[in-house]
C-alpha cells in the first residue's frame, strides 16, 4: 500500500508531518549526516531577533518528572548572521521555517521583512517566548495585541505566516482566533508552560529569571486538550506540540486536529527521534489502511475526519467576548 | 562527528560503594574518539531520568571504551546498576577533547577527585605519540585514588596526593601542580571548579581544561550547558557551549568562577 506522508498546511507544503520545533533542532546543521533529515517535514529555527542576543545565564536547562524546564533566554546571533552565515549551510533537502522573536511590532515587521527570501519556506512569529525580559510574551497574551502584530507582519512578508501561541494566555482559544482573524495562515501551539523551581539549600529560585518554560511528556494532555480546543474554533490548519515523544503521541495531536505536529524536547534526548516518529506514523497508516496522512486529521473529533473540507460550519466565536463565558464555552465545545 | 550506538556492557567493577567502572563494546564510538570527548548515555528507557548522562570517555581500546563514574543521582544510579551483556544507547564521541597531536614534549596531568576519568585515555595517546606525561591524581584519601596503576602501567609517572596523607603526601592536586608546574610543557587538568580556577591563576605553561557540568542534549542543539567566556564591549556575558566547544577548553576561553 503506497502511504502518503505529505501534508498540507494552507499555502504551507510539508513532505511529512513532523517538524522539529524551534530551539529543539538548532538550525538543522548539527547533526550532519546521523539523522535522516529528509523524514522531517521543516526544521523550524530557534528564535531570532534582530540583534544578536547572549542568553541567560546558567542553568538554563534542568529536568523535572517527566520533562524539562528551560531558560535560555532566546541566545542567537541575529538575523543577519543567521541570513548570511547559517542559512547557506543548512541542508537543501530540509525545509525552513525561521522562528521571529521582538519586542516592539516594528522589530517583527522588520524582521519578517529581512527573513522573506527564497531559502525560507514559512515564517512563525513568536508571541510566547517566557524566558525574555521584553514583550515577547505579552503579545501572546493578549488577543488584541496578538491580532495586530499578525496583521502587521502579513504586511511585511509573502511567506506563510505561522503565530506561535502560548498556553500561558487566559484563553487559548481567544487567542487562536485573534491570530487567524489578524491573517495568520496557520497557528502552532502549544510554547512552553511557566513553570517554577526552587532550589531548597539556597532558598532561591533556580532559574535567574525565577520562572522558566516546562516542556515534556508532562506537558502532553494539557498540550493535547489546548490543540483539540483550537482546531474547534479556527478555519486555518494548525501545528500541535507538546511532549510528543513518540507515533502514539503524535497521532493524538493529528486526531485532536492537528495537521501536521512538532517535536521539541524528545530531540534532546534523541536527536534521531524525528524520523523515528514518522516511522511510527507510516507503521500505524499501512496497519490501519490509510494511504494519505490528512485521514487522520481530526478522526477523534465528533465531526469527524475530513468534514471540516466539505464545508461544514465550525463553531465559531468572535473576539471580545466575556472571558469567563469564553472558559465555559470553550469546556462545552470540547465535547467532553 | 558523534554517532548513535547500541553499546554492549562488557564488564561493570564496582570500585567504591558510590563509584563504579563500566566498559562497553562500542566499535563505531571507540574508533573516532579522542581522549576528553564524551559519550552520553541514554541511562533510562522510561523517560525517567528524561535526558542523557554525560560521562568523559576514560579508556579506550579498539573497539571499547569505558567510563568511571560516581553515583550523584538517579542517571547514575541506574547505570550503576546495569549488567554485562545488556545494551545501553551511546551517543559519541562527543564535544572536543584535549589537543592530542603533540609529541616529544613533557605534559603535565592533573587530576582532582573524579577528575582522573578522562586521564587514563589521554596518557595512553600521549605516551605513545612520545611524550613524557606526569599524572597528578589528588584525592580525598587512598580509597578515592583511581587509575593511578593503570596510567603507571602506560609509562606514566604518577603522584599521587590525598586530602588526609592516607596515600601520598598530605597535598591537594593544585599545591602539588604548584611545585612542578614549571617543568612541563603544558598541562591537562579535570576536577573541581575551584582547582580549575586556582590553576588557571598560577598556571606556567599552556594549561587546558576539561568541564564538568549538566548537559541537555550534548549535540548543540538545546543551548542549555552554557559556561561564560568572555564579555562584550556593553559588558554582556557571552557564552560557550561546554557540549560542543568543550568540554576540554583552553583556560584562557572560558570563565570559571566569578573572582
Redesign the interface.
Known amino acids: 500500500m503506497k502511504i502518503d506522508l505529505t501534508t498540507t498546511l494552507g499555502p504551507l507544503t510539508l513532505c511529512s508531518p513532523v517538524i522539529a520545533a524551534s ?4 538550525y538543522g546543521t ?5 539523522v535522516d533529515l529528509r523524514r522531517i517535514g521543516a526544521v523550524c529555527v ?1 528564535g531570532l531577533t534582530l540583534l544578536p542576543r ?10 523535572t ?4 524546564m ?1 531558560s ?1 533566554g532566546l ?1 542567537n546571533p541575529g538575523i543577519d548572521r543567521f541570513i548570511e552565515e547559517i542559512l547557506p549551510r543548512i541542508p537543501q533537502s530540509l525545509k525552513v521555517i525561521v522562528n521571529i522573536a521582538g519586542g516592539t511590532l516594528e522589530d517583527y515587521v522588520t524582521l519578517a521583512a529581512k527573513v522573506s527570501i527564497p531559502r525560507v519556506s514559512a515564517l512563525e512569529v513568536n508571541v510566547s517566548c517566557p524566558n525574555v525580559r521584553n514583550q515577547c510574551l505579552a503579545w501572546g497574551l493578549d488577543p488584541t495585541a496578538t491580532f495586530e502584530l499578525t496583521r502587521a507582519v502579513k504586511t511585511s512578508t509573502h511567506l506563510p505566516v505561522i503565530v506561535k501561541l502560548t498556553p500561558n494566555a487566559p484563553d487559548i482559544v481567544e487567542v487562536a482566533i485573534a491570530a487567524e482573524e489578524g491573517g495568520a495562515d496557520i497557528v502552532s501551539l502549544v510554547n512552553t508552560f511557566l513553570a517554577l523551581s526552587i532550589d531548597v539549600e539556597r532558598r532561591r529560585p533556580v532559574f535567574a529569571n525565577t520562572f522558566a518554560g516546562l516542556s ?2 508532562a506537558i502532553m494532555p494539557i498540550a493535547l486538550r489546548m490543540v483539540w480546543q483550537v482546531s474547534g474554533a479556527v478555519s486555518v490548519p494548525v501545528i500541535g506540540m507538546g511532549g510528543i ?1 513518540n507515533a502514539r503521541d503524535a497521532l493524538q495531536f493529528l486526531m485532536a486536529g492537528a495537521s501536521a505536529v512538532a517535536v521539541g ?1 524528545a ?6 527521534a524525528i524520523p523515528a516518529i514518522v516511522d511510527g506514523i507510516e507503521e500505524f497508516m499501512e496497519r490501519e489502511a490509510i494511504s494519505h496522512v490528512s485521514e487522520l486529521v481530526g478522526a477523534a473529533r465528533p465531526e469527524g475526519p475530513g468534514n471540516r473540507r466539505l464545508g461544514q460550519t465550525k463553531p465559531r466565536r468572535r473576539t471580545g467576548y466575556c472571558p469567563e463565558d469564553e472558559g465555559a464555552d470553550a469546556l462545552f465545545q470540547s465535547g467532553t | 562527528m558523534w554517532k548513535q550506538e547500541n553499546a554492549e556492557v562488557l564488564e561493570v567493577k564496582r570500585l567504591l560503594d558510590d563509584v563504579f567502572w563500566i566498559k562497553f563494546k562500542a566499535a563505531r564510538i571507540a574508533q573516532d574518539a579522542a581522549p576528553g570527548q564524551f559519550v552520553h548515555v541514554l541511562c533510562s528507557d522510561h523517560y525517567s531520568p528524561f535526558l542523557r548522562r554525560p560521562f568523559s570517555i576514560n579508556r579506550l581500546d579498539k573497539d571499547e571504551l569505558s567510563v568511571l563514574f560516581k553515583v550523584v543521582g538517579e542517571g547514575t544510579r541506574l547505570l550503576s546498576r546495569v549488567t554485562p551483556g545488556q545494551t545501553l544507547n551511546l551517543l559519541g564521541p562527543a564535544g572536543r577533547g584535549f589537543p592530542v597531536n603533540v609529541s616529544g614534549a613533557h605534559v603535565l596531568l592533573v587530576a582532582g577527585g573524579m577528575g582522573v576519568a578522562p586521564m587514563p585515555a589521554l596518557a595512553h595517546r600521549l605516551l605513545a605519540q612520545g611524550n613524557r606525561v606526569t599524572a597528578i591524581i589528588g584525592a580525598r584519601n587512598a580509597r578515592y585514588v583511581f587509575e593511578a596503576e593503570y596510567m603507571a602501567q602506560c609509562g606514566a609517572e604518577v603522584l599521587v596526593c590525598t586530602d588526609d596523607g592516607s596515600a601520598g603526601p598530605r597535598l591537594t592536586a593544585t599545591s602539588m601542580y604548584r611545585e612542578l608546574r614549571d617543568k612541563g610543557d603544558v598541562a591537562y587538568a579535570c576536577g573541581p571548579l575551584a582547582m580549575l580556577q586556582e590553576m588557571k591563576q598560577c598556571a606556567a605553561t599552556p594549561l587546558w581544561i576539561s568541564l564538568e557540568t549538566r548537559i541537555g542534549c550534548g549535540t548543540g542543539l538545546c543551548l542549555g550547558c552554557a559556561q561564560p567566556s568572555g564579555y562584550t564591549e556593553d559588558g554582556q556575558v557571552v557564552y560557550r557551549k561546554v557540549c560542543i566547544d568543550g568540554p576540554v577548553f583552553h583556560a584562557s576561553e572560558v570563565v570559571l568562577l566569578e573572582d
Open positions: 530551539g529543539t533542532f538548532g548539527e547533526t550532519g549526516t546521523e530557534k547572549y542568553g541567560n545565564p546558567p542553568p538554563r536547562l534542568i529536568e518528572a517527566c520533562g524539562i528551560n535560555v541566545e515534556g511528556p515523544l524536547s530531540n534532546l534526548r534523541d536527536p534521531a
